[in-house]
Structures are given as C-alpha cells and as structure tokens.
C-alpha cells in the first residue's frame, strides 16, 4: 500500500517529456542559459555558443543516460531503479515523438 502517493502511473517519469509545456521550457531554459552565458562580458558569441553546447550536452547526458532510477516512489516493485531515464522515457517504445525531439534538439543547437 503506498499511502500519500498521488498519481495515476506506474512510473510517472515515462510521461514527464511528454507533459504539456515541457519541450517549450526546455527550449526556453537552453535560450536562458545562452543569454546568462551572453551576459559574460569576456565571452564572444562564438564562445558562448560553444559553452552553451558543451553545458547542455553534459547535462543532458548525466540527466538522461547516467543518472538511474526514478526521483519518485513508485509502485512497480523497483523495475524502474535499474533504468536510465532515457530507457524510461515512454515506456521504452522508440521513435516517439519526445525521443525524436530530444535526439534532434542537440543537433540543431
């Protein structure tokens, strides 16, 4: 019994890309983090470009594929503790459209 648990999912973490604004907040916290990189007086735009790549990509990486888990208790008998988020991200079906959109948005930045 999961007492204080109050969502409908197995796994919340496999529908959080999926939730409405999060592609349009990921996209303005990548913009963020270009202007606070902007507003270095020292760093040319071709730097802060590069920095905000490099930034992004790291953080990227440790959030989607190094971390394992979830930040939730779920109620799946610890299925999900042995996977990345990335392997979480909508039930592992590939080429969905979150997996497309966060395979394609490193590429365009």
């Known amino acids: 019994m999961n007492v ?3 969502h409908s999912e197995v796994n919340p973490n496999t529908r959080v890309m999926n939730s409405r604004g999060m592609w349009l907040t990921y996209a303005l916290g990548v913009g963020l983090l ?4 902007l507003s270095i007086p020292f760093f040319s735009v071709p730097v802060a470009w590069t920095l905000t790549n490099v930034i992004h ?6 959030f989607l594929h190094a971390v394992k888990g979830t930040p ?3 109620p799946d008998q610890g299925k999900a503790r042995l996977l990345t ?3 979480q991200l909508d039930y592992g079906v590939q080429f969905t459209s979150s997996r497309k959109f966060f395979t394609i948005s490193p590429i365009i930045l």
């Open 34 to 37: 270009h202007i606070v990189l």
């Open 57 to 62: 990509n790291l953080g990227m990486y440790v």
């Open 4 to 6: 204080g648990v109050a």
């Open 72 to 74: 939730f208790e779920t």
């Open 85 to 87: 988020h990335w392997e």
